[in-house]
Every structure is written in C-alpha cells, then in structure tokens.
C-alpha cells in the first residue's frame, strides 16, 4: 500500500497578498480514480508572512445532491489548524472509504479575517470545482458564490477566468501498490488544465482505480532560468516560478512517486527574453537541450519514464515579423534535437499535430483560446489522442 495523490495543483507565488477572507467556506470537488479506506491532505501556506488559520475543515463524496459520509479534518488531534508561514504538512489521517468514480468534496471555513498569499488555480471548466461563500457550510450545505475582500487586480482582471484553491495543495489515497501515478510537468499549457482535464477523462474512464494524473505546470515556467522580469517593475514576476530544472525534483516527486512524467516546457524560453527582456535573441537552443538533459536524468535517478514534447508554434498576428523569425529559429532547432535525441522514453509531437499546415507558425484556429499560444479545450482532446493510455496505465514501454 502507498499514498498516491487524488488531486495536485503547486502553490504559486504571487508576490503579495491576493485577497482577505472571514467567515468564508471554499470547497473544492473533484473526481477521484483511487480505491482506499484513508485520506490525509497537504496542508499549505506556501509563500505567506503570516499564519494560516483553518476553523474547521471536513471532507466526503459529493453525490450531486449532498455530500455523504462527511467527516472532520484534523492536525494534531485539532479541527482548528495553524498553518506557519511558508510551512507544509499533512493533516491526521481521515478514516473515509473511498472508490473509483467517487466525486471528492473537500470543504475549508475561515472565520476571522485571514490574508491569502499563494494560490493553487487552473481556468478550464472541463475538470474540479472551486466554490467560495460567506459562512461555515463545512457541514455540506449548499451555498452561493461571493467574492473575497481585496481581490488583487492579476486575479480580477485575468483575461481567462482563474479558478483558485487555498490552504491545501493535495489530497492523497491510501491506496494499492499497483496504482500507476502520472506527472504532468511543464508551463501555462499543462497548469491551465485543458490538455490535463481532457487526459484525466480519458483514463480514469478506461482505467478506474489504476491510475491518477497530477498537475505540476506553473503558467509562465521557464525551463532554464527563473521568473522573467517586468520590464515596467524591473522586478520578477514571480507567478511564474523559478526555473523547471531547478524546481523539478521537488514539484513531481516530493510527496508522490510518479511512474511517468509527460513534460512540456521551453517555449517561455524563447519567448520571454522577446517580449520582457527586449532581447533580439531568445535564450540559445543549446541552454534548453542541457536543461532537458538535466530533467530526463533526475526522472530516472527516480526510476520514472518521462516523456517528451515538442515545442508548438505560438505565432499570433500582433507580433512583430522580427520576433516571428528569432522565435522559430529557435524552436526548430530545439524540437529537431527532441525529435531525434535518445536521452528521453518517448517523444510526444504536439508540433506536427497541433500546427496549422498552411501556416506552421500558428496552431490551427479550433485548437486555442484565441491568443495562438495555449490550447482550447478541443486542443486538449487533440492532444490527448496522440498519447497511448495503454502505456501511462501500464508504467512502461514495454507494456504498451
């Protein structure tokens, strides 16, 4: 038996207060794939000066009506949790039985006033829920949705509706040896959700009580170097993380063991120092192929296979043909090695099957959500299509 991870989002650093809440409920639903008597969740205040304080916690199974079988969330033997700043830990073990196709429900009260600092978030619509409302309904009374106090405008204004969790980070199941867990590692398009969603679906349906599927994207990731800066601030924008090289060790493997790891990062690589940094250059094809090496070696130090994929095209009529030509140059360069190297298990070739063929700088125009970068819902079915179920269920080539 082992603990597996039902769910899993990575806590991301905003730089600051994003909101205040009292005497507010969240509740996070969301379908579980694992079998298991015992649940713990990962308490978090990543990135906070101050304490975190929990009033009562509880979870159960959402039947679509109610939530049944609803019970208390402890630490230390306490309903009433402090969390320390920047600190992480497991909450006492909750005896609740749970099964494959079960919808988990998760609910969080913050009675006095409480500063929120990191967020855990996603925008597809496709996959959990996040609800946030005044008053204790840990009881699992319905309720209706409400806005925290001091909203930050990032949040506010996203041009993709964000949807944000806050206080814990994962919820894991006791579960079977044999239960295959997946990583998905990269940027904006695995941490937005649409491709993970579409991925979830697809096996927990053909696979129930075999396998669970992770997030550990961070939108704005850079694989080699940390956080761009705001040319406005001249500070990072720490939203986006630090580097993937430096943060992958821990965000995939620090509380799961991952058989396999799907990755798809880089493209910020070429694109930032263009947009933020007004370079004329993009960071050399030769940094990110080291940076690749470095990750495939540490998935298999971890006996994990980690698959690959392409960098897809980004172009969009707004940007300069200068910058067009510096970004592609690039991207070619870097997705012939991928295509060719031996240092990864497989190779995913989101490119040739995401790019527009009249125009193989855009994706094609059904595939994203307008802004030619990241991938739509249908984007996501797509590229959940060219990947083989059979082998992420199985943990291997061999057994494909």
């Given at each position: 038996?082992?603990?597996?991870?039902s769910?899993?989002?990575?806590?991301?650093?905003?730089?600051?207060?994003?909101?205040?809440?009292?005497?507010?409920?969240?509740?996070?639903?969301?379908?579980?794939?694992?079998?298991?008597?015992?649940l713990?969740?990962r308490l978090?205040n990543?990135y906070?000066?101050?304490?975190l304080?929990?009033a009562?916690?509880t979870?159960?199974?959402f039947?679509?009506?109610?939530?049944?079988?609803?019970?208390?969330?402890?630490?230390?033997?306490?309903k009433?949790?402090?969390?320390?700043?920047?600190?992480e830990?497991?909450?006492?073990?909750?005896?609740?039985?749970?099964?494959?196709?079960?919808i988990l429900?998760?609910?969080?009260?913050?009675?006095?006033?409480?500063?929120?600092?990191?967020?855990?978030?996603?925008?597809?619509?496709?996959?959990p829920?996040?609800?946030?409302?005044?008053?204790d309904?840990?009881?699992?009374?319905?309720?209706e949705?409400s806005?925290?106090?001091?909203?930050?405008?990032?949040?506010?204004?996203?041009?993709?509706?964000?949807?944000?969790f806050?206080?814990?980070?994962a919820v894991?199941?006791?579960?079977h040896?044999d239960?295959?867990a997946?990583?998905a590692?990269?940027?904006?398009?695995?941490?937005?959700?649409?491709?993970?969603?579409?991925?979830?679906?697809?096996l927990?349906?053909?696979?129930?009580?075999?396998?669970?599927?992770?997030?550990?994207g961070?939108?704005?990731n850079r694989?080699?170097?940390?956080?761009?800066?705001?040319?406005?601030?001249?500070?990072?924008?720490?939203?986006?993380?630090?580097?993937?090289?430096n943060?992958f060790?821990?965000?995939?493997?620090e509380?799961?063991?991952?058989?396999t790891v799907?990755?798809?990062?880089g493209i910020?690589?070429?694109?930032?120092?263009l947009?933020?940094?007004?370079s004329?250059e993009?960071t050399?094809a030769?940094?990110l192929?080291a940076?690749?090496?470095?990750?495939?070696?540490?998935a298999?130090?971890?006996?994990a296979e980690?698959?690959?994929?392409?960098i897809?095209?980004?172009?969009?009529?707004?940007?300069?043909?200068?910058?067009?030509?510096a970004?592609?140059?690039?991207r070619?360069?870097?997705n012939?090695?991928?295509?060719?190297?031996s240092?990864?298990?497989?190779?995913m070739?989101?490119d040739?099957l995401?790019?527009?063929?009249?125009?193989?700088?855009?994706?094609?125009?059904?595939?994203?959500?307008?802004?030619?970068?990241?991938?739509?819902?249908?984007?996501g079915?797509?590229m959940?299509?060219?990947?083989?179920?059979?082998?992420?269920a199985e943990?291997?080539?061999?057994?494909a």
């Amino acid at each position: 038996m082992k603990w597996v991870s039902s769910i899993k989002y990575l806590s991301t650093d905003f730089g600051g207060r994003t909101m205040s809440v009292t005497d507010m409920t969240l509740r996070l639903t969301f379908s579980n794939n694992l079998n298991g008597d015992r649940l713990r969740i990962r308490l978090t205040n990543r990135y906070a000066p101050v304490p975190l304080t929990i009033a009562h916690m509880t979870a159960g199974i959402f039947t679509g009506t109610e939530i049944r079988s609803l019970t208390d969330v402890t630490l230390h033997g306490r309903k009433t949790m402090v969390i320390n700043p920047d600190e992480e830990l497991f909450s006492d073990d909750i005896a609740l039985n749970v099964r494959a196709g079960d919808i988990l429900s998760v609910s969080v009260y913050f009675k006095e006033k409480q500063d929120i600092y990191g967020l855990r978030s996603f925008w597809s619509e496709t996959g959990p829920k996040v609800l946030l409302g005044k008053g204790d309904h840990t009881d699992g009374s319905p309720f209706e949705e409400s806005e925290p106090d001091d909203l930050a405008e990032a949040i506010r204004n996203d041009v993709h509706k964000m949807f944000y969790f806050f206080g814990f980070d994962a919820v894991q199941v006791y579960t079977h040896d044999d239960v295959h867990a997946i990583a998905a590692f990269g940027d904006s398009i695995t941490h937005m959700s649409y491709f993970t969603n579409a991925l979830t679906r697809c096996l927990y349906s053909r696979y129930p009580g075999r396998v669970s599927l992770l997030n550990c994207g961070i939108g704005g990731n850079r694989l080699v170097h940390d956080a761009s800066c705001n040319p406005q601030t001249g500070k990072p924008i720490t939203v986006f993380g630090e580097a993937g090289v430096n943060r992958f060790e821990r965000n995939v493997f620090e509380i799961d063991q991952p058989d396999t790891v799907l990755m798809l990062i880089g493209i910020n690589d070429i694109m930032h120092p263009l947009q933020f940094n007004e370079s004329k250059e993009p960071t050399p094809a030769e940094e990110l192929i080291a940076g690749y090496r470095r990750i495939a070696e540490t998935a298999h130090r971890h006996h994990a296979e980690i698959l690959i994929g392409t960098i897809m095209p980004c172009g969009n009529n707004e940007y300069p043909d200068w910058w067009m030509e510096a970004f592609e140059k690039t991207r070619q360069k870097v997705n012939s090695w991928i295509r060719t190297q031996s240092v990864f298990d497989d190779v995913m070739d989101y490119d040739a099957l995401m790019r527009d063929e009249e125009n193989p700088r855009y994706l094609k125009g059904n595939l994203h959500l307008g802004d030619g970068l990241h991938p739509n819902d249908s984007g996501g079915e797509k590229m959940t299509a060219a990947i083989d179920l059979n082998r992420l269920a199985e943990g291997g080539k061999e057994n494909a």
